[in-house]
């Protein structure tokens, strides 16, 4: 009874969990927490190499738009050309211009939570001779796009960090 007791208690002290109120929740242990002008920027720190993960809302969409949810989100973008032409325009409307070179090398369909999402991986060079490796998933949400991106070193990801960014991405809850 007393070992029951102590596993109770020792539970809540285990688990940790960053919640984004009406949005989201995702499991945060091992992980800094860094509220941006643009989303939350989770940064491993149990990882023995560096590997940060953003995960980010964007406005929500006006009566025109092309798309309010998932299922039409992934509709509008039903081809690997069109994921491909997506993942560009958004890779290239978050970095600055010069210097920086983007090659998508994977495009697909996937799950955010229990959304259906547009995943692509993108090998991004940047100045001074360093690659860097994004993988992003996008998907809708209350009426918002949402971005949950992976990123580390090019050929940098060990199998520990590997299991805590898995970890991560698996935990997310939409509220």
């Not at 029951?4 to 208690?9: D, K, Q």
């Not at 590997?51 to 309010?68: K, L, R, T, W």
């Not at 999402?117 to 994004?134: H, L, M, Q």
């Amino acid at each position: 009874m007393k070992r029951m007791l102590l596993a109770l208690l020792l539970i809540p002290l285990t688990a940790t969990a960053y919640i984004k109120d009406g949005y989201y929740e995702v499991d945060s242990n091992g992980w800094l927490v860094k509220n941006t002008p643009v989303g939350e920027v989770f940064i491993c720190q149990e990882c023995p190499d560096f590997v940060q993960v953003q995960i980010s809302y964007g406005p929500e969409a006006g009566e025109d738009a092309p798309f309010h949810n998932s299922e039409q989100l992934s509709k509008s973008f039903n081809t690997d050309k069109k994921k491909k032409q997506f993942a560009d325009m958004l890779l290239k409307s978050g970095m600055p211009s010069d210097g920086y070179s983007v090659d998508i090398i994977k495009v697909d369909d996937g799950f955010l939570g229990k959304n259906k999402a547009i995943t692509y991986s993108a090998i991004v060079k940047f100045p001074g001779d360093n690659t860097a490796r994004e993988t992003t998933f996008v998907t809708m949400h209350k009426n918002r796009m949402v971005k949950f991106s992976a990123n580390f070193y090019e050929d940098k990801l060990s199998g520990k960090s590997a299991i805590h960014l898995d970890k991560l991405y698996k935990s997310i809850k939409f509220l």
